[in-house]
């Protein structure tokens, strides 16, 4: 009995020592937001900083609330979101299946490695004019953007974990009679689930990056149009205050990933 009572007395101090440190870390992270907040608004008060060019986040607040009364600022940002969670989706599901493929079929792998190394060292922003040809200038070329941006490195990304796959656990399957199917079945792919979680992180960034970059090209609606617009016009505000929004909106989607790693991850512990 008294060691059940030692071992729940560890376990209560390690529980809250964790909580501690929880606590610590997104306290610093607030912390550090309104510090760097705080310091802009002073600098552009101050006159440190020409509050018109770098502009300051009361004038973002005023801004963006201007926006939102006029009732343009959601529909834009529901655009872009849209465009991103498409190609977000796009890029990692066609990225997946395609690492599934190469997995399968060694040869083929052998073959498009150096291919896929290659087309992931090209520009595919300078590709968006291209884009625009094939797919019209609309939402399709936009989410076409954000899929080739995101494409290659989920494949290389995951076909490397596929690849990586411990030997011996194919081989124990193997040897009781499992087909290839039920190797990747059974054992590829749950072994590599953290690896596609990681691919999905990625692609929370790579995704926002190809939408913008096509909305710059060829939107007329959305957080990437308001941005060139402000710019054009000298509304800096504005231009600031999408860009935050683009920050809040990336950190959200950043989240939900985390909290799809962190359901995973206890699937896989309970299994």
């Not at 610093?28 to 937001?33: L, M, N, P």
């Not at 552009?44 to 973002?60: E, H, K, N, V, W």
């Not at 991103?84 to 490695?113: D, H």
């Not at 090209?217 to 509304?235: C, D, E, M, P, T």
């Amino acid at each position: 009995m008294n060691e059940r009572l030692a071992l729940s007395a560890e376990r209560a101090a390690y529980l809250r020592k964790i909580r501690r440190e929880t606590l610590l870390v997104r306290g610093s992270r607030a912390a550090i937001v309104f510090v760097f907040f705080a310091l802009w608004e002073i600098a552009a008060d101050t006159g440190l900083i020409d509050a018109f060019i770098m502009s300051s986040p009361s004038r973002i607040a005023a801004t963006t609330a201007r926006l939102a009364a006029e009732g343009n600022l959601f529909q834009h940002i529901g655009i872009t979101c849209m465009e991103t969670v498409a190609g977000f989706l796009l890029g990692t599901v066609l990225g997946t299946a395609i690492a599934m493929l190469l997995w399968w079929m060694p040869r083929l792998a052998r073959i498009m490695e150096p291919i896929l190394v290659v087309l992931n060292s090209l520009p595919k922003i300078a590709l968006g004019p291209v884009f625009i040809v094939w797919m019209g200038p609309g939402v399709g070329a936009i989410v076409v953007m954000g899929l080739a941006i995101s494409l290659i490195t989920t494949v290389l990304e995951v076909h490397h974990g596929f690849s990586c796959t411990d030997p011996d656990k194919i081989k124990l399957v193997e040897s009781f009679g499992a087909s290839r199917a039920q190797v990747l079945q059974k054992v590829v792919l749950p072994e590599n689930l953290p690896t596609i979680v990681n691919a999905l992180k990625v692609n929370v960034g790579l995704s926002w990056v190809g939408v913008i970059v096509g909305e710059y090209l060829v939107s007329k609606a959305g957080l990437g149009y308001l941005i060139v617009y402000g710019g054009q016009v000298f509304r800096l505000d504005m231009v600031m205050a999408s860009v935050l929004i683009l920050g809040v909106l990336a950190a959200l989607m950043y989240l939900c990933v985390l909290w799809l790693e962190k359901r995973i991850t206890a699937a896989m512990i309970a299994a």
